[in-house]
Nanobody
Framework: VHVVDSGGGLVQPGGSLRISCTIS????????VSWYRQAPGKEREWVAIINIPNQRLSYAASVRGRFTIYRDSTKDAVSLQMSDLKTEDTATYFC?????WGQGTQVTVSS
């Protein structure tokens, strides 16, 4: 299994950004995929999870209502659509499935 994170960048507060996790070596339709993030000097924290077979979703309280996790079937990827971004969302975001982690993608929210 190979996981590659992409799509990070710099965005202003209140803006939106989509990051993606491309997964190979796994039948994505049977997977459970999570996003985590780690800000400088802080521990890695869980952000969101999707159970693709039954489409169950769950979010950390800090992002609920602003972030949406979904399967992008056109690219065999799981994406995280982030809206109303805040400076405290600044972190490196990591995707994981089956114990395999992506390399992370940096999201910076700053004016």
């Amino acid at each position: 299994v190979h996981v590659v994170d992409s799509g990070g960048g710099l965005v202003q507060p209140g803006g939106s950004l989509r990051i993606s996790c491309t997964i190979s070596g796994l039948t994505l339709s049977t997977a459970t995929v999570s996003w985590y993030r780690q800000a400088p000097g802080k521990e890695r924290e869980w952000v969101a999870i999707i159970n693709i077979p039954n489409q169950r979703l769950s979010y950390a309280a800090s992002v609920r209502g602003r972030f949406t996790i979904y399967r992008d079937s056109t690219k065999d990827a799981v994406s995280l659509q982030m809206s109303d971004l805040k400076t405290e969302d600044t972190a490196t975001y990591f995707c994981t499935t089956g114990g395999v982690w992506g390399q992370g993608t940096q999201v910076t929210v700053s004016s």
